[in-house]
């Protein structure tokens, strides 16, 4: 069974920062692309970075050069990096793992995305 449980969230001020992690348990696949997606009340989950198993990375224009995303094979564990946090990042932070997901596309999308974690929440304040 795959679980996967997001740790990290936490109420900052603007230009702040928070580090997301992401531990990974129960998924033995060789290929994927693991992803950070966020969904802040009376919006549409969208997709924030991306990483496939080949070290390929994806950014939402929204936060490109702000947020990085990396993965630690060793300790099972996808982080996102968020540094110079504005209120608009305000929002639950969801990691998710897609099986079927050879490369990142162009456009990091919820659909095909499999197993999800419960959340965390990051609150940036003005």
């Known amino acids: 069974q795959v679980q996967l449980v997001e740790s990290g969230g936490g109420s900052v001020q603007t230009g702040g920062s928070l580090r997301l992690s992401c531990l990974v348990s129960g998924y033995t696949e060789i290929n994927y692309c693991m992803g950070w997606f966020r969904q802040a009340p009376g919006k549409e989950r969208e997709g924030v970075a991306a990483?496939?198993?080949?070290?390929?990375?994806r950014y939402a224009d929204s936060v490109k050069g702000r947020f990085t995303i990396s993965q630690d094979n060793a300790k099972n564990t996808l982080y996102l990096e968020m540094n110079s946090l504005k209120p608009e990042d305000t929002a639950m932070y969801y990691c998710a793992v897609d099986p079927g997901c050879w490369a990142v596309p162009a456009i990091i999308l919820p659909l095909g995305y499999k197993h999800w974690g419960q959340g965390t929440q990051v609150t940036v304040s003005s």
């Open positions: 990483i496939d198993s080949g070290h390929n990375t």
